[in-house]
């Protein structure tokens, strides 16, 4: 146990609104199940009905996804009242969560990403520079939620329209033929890179089907790669980790094409923590039980705390 938690009530935030609520609660309960058998004082709740002006927080754990809370504005409220929570800052969330955020600074930062645009209306032809498939996805949203796999004109007039409709902006991106890697990071107190972990799902790309049904997906742990494309992943993933001014942990995910190498697709701030999710089995692999993973993220959100009021 964390001597400096020790009486103090850890809140773990999950829930919220978004498309991903359901994921968050399955998330929140894991994490507020562990809090307890590390002999922690835990609650759970709900950012719908919490007011950070009225009520009071000793140490948040946060286990929520999607906009307004990946996004930085739950970690801003936080900031604001000086109270201590886990996971990625007010930044890195801004630009985890905005794809285009991301994707601009690997292109500064010489970090591969496929080829993309940022688009906000429909598209009727296929841009001249990309050819089918090609992905659509919301700039900003997870879990997979609303990404499409596009091989005709007719699916990308009607994707298109869709995501109009829902988004104020979204991503074409090149479709990159490969293998799913993803590379978790976890600072403790160093950045730790964890096993690569490949998925191989029986849906066409990891898509949320894919994520959070049993059966659909099954990991492969250490992903089979050469030393060399190990620490190139490691790298890549430390570099954007970094630059993005992520704390505490995150996970990159890459799609990996045998003739062109790795693609960053993206930048997770807040990964799911459910019985299916990619991180625990990482942490796992690494020797990590789920508990001290869970501590481990928790030393990482004092650690920050103790920086804010030195």
């Excluded at 630009?95 to 009727?124: A, E, F, W």
């Excluded at 091989?151 to 829902?166: A, G, M, R, V």
């Excluded at 096993?195 to 099954?218: C, H, M, Q, V, W």
């Amino acid at each position: 146990m964390i001597q400096e938690f020790k009486n103090k009530v850890i809140t773990v935030l999950c829930g919220g609104n978004s498309q991903e609520r359901d994921v968050s609660l399955r998330s929140g309960h894991n994490v507020y199940e562990a809090l307890i058998r590390l002999g922690y004082q835990a609650e759970i709740r709900d950012p719908i009905d919490i007011n950070f002006n009225t009520d009071q927080f000793d140490v948040v754990f946060l286990a929520l996804h999607g906009p307004g809370y990946e996004d930085g504005t739950i970690q801003s409220q936080l900031e604001l009242h000086t109270i201590p929570y886990t996971g990625c800052g007010v930044l890195a969330s801004q630009i985890g969560m905005d794809k285009s955020k991301t994707k601009l600074i690997c292109s500064q930062n010489n970090l591969p990403i496929p080829q993309y645009m940022l688009l906000h209306s429909v598209l009727d032809t296929l841009p001249s520079s990309f050819a089918f498939p090609v992905i659509l996805k919301p700039v900003s949203e997870g879990s997979s939620i609303d990404v499409f796999i596009i091989e005709t004109l007719k699916e990308l007039h009607e994707k298109s329209t869709y995501l109009t409709q829902l988004y104020r902006s979204f991503i074409i991106e090149e479709f990159i033929e490969g293998r799913e890697l993803t590379v978790g990071l976890v600072e403790s107190p160093d950045l730790i890179a964890l096993p690569i972990l490949e998925l191989k799902t029986k849906n066409r790309f990891y898509d949320y089907e894919a994520k959070y049904t049993k059966g659909l997906t099954s990991f492969i742990l250490p992903a089979s790669l050469s030393d060399q494309d190990n620490q190139v992943l490691f790298n890549y993933s430390k570099q954007l980790f970094l630059l993005a001014s992520c704390s505490g942990f995150a996970r990159i995910d890459f799609r990996f094409c045998p003739k062109r190498g790795p693609f960053i697709l993206e930048i997770n701030t807040i990964p799911g923590l459910t019985d299916t999710s990619d991180i625990p089995a990482q942490a796992k692999e690494f020797g990590w039980s789920f508990d001290t993973f869970i501590s481990n993220i928790l030393l990482s959100a004092l650690n920050r705390h103790l920086l804010w009021v030195k």
